[in-house]
């Protein structure tokens, strides 16, 4: 046993003692073959939402300074994280990338490329989520995050239909373009749930 399956089950006692979470859509989440799933940032309590929020062990990039921290580096490691240097065309992290995907695991992406605080309104993208999104055959999974973090706050995580990826590689969009239908489709998730109804 890992490190990875001894922390989930704790991390997720934690989250449901500080949060009220409700998790929709986890049933569109493949229970094999690759995986892409793309969601809004608000914090760095997103992963570690995501990862209980679902069936399925996560992969998911952070920045490389943070495995540079003495205990928090081996951690993050351990946890199934991989450095990527951002703004710096990392291609040992695109690389990494891809090779999870392409043999099967599931890959937590935020296309914005950092943390949005407005919550309900995305941000312009960077093109990684729709180079992957292009370049392998994973499903890509709209995901979408909401509340505060708040002590005893409510907080829910949709996640959308996969997305058809056939069109975009049909009208060879580009990387950037790709990443643009992502985002709109993670909108719309965050449009359905923060309405006046939802």
Known sequence: MNLYSIGK?????IYHVLF?????????IPEQGG??????????????FVGVSMKRKLSFL????????PLIGWIFWHLRAFPVRRGAGDRGAIRTALELLRDGHVLLMFPEGHRNL????????????????LKTDAVVVPCA??????????????????????????????????????MEHIQALLDEHTGPTA
């Open 35 to 48: 995986v892409l799933i793309c969601s809004n940032h608000m914090s760095n309590f997103d992963p570690p």
């Open 62 to 69: 952070a920045k490389a300074e943070l495995f540079k921290i």
């Open 145 to 182: 995050i909401i509340g505060t973090y708040k002590f005893r706050s409510k907080m829910k995580i949709i996640f959308g239909t996969p997305i058809d990826t056939t069109i975009m590689k049909d009208q060879r969009l580009k990387s950037s373009e790709a990443t643009t239908v992502v």
């Open 118 to 133: 407005e919550h309900s309104r995305m941000k312009k993208g960077l093109s990684g989520a729709g180079f992957f999104a």
């Open 9 to 13: 089950p704790i991390v997720n006692v």
């Open 20 to 28: 009220k979470i409700t998790v929709i859509g986890s049933e569109n």
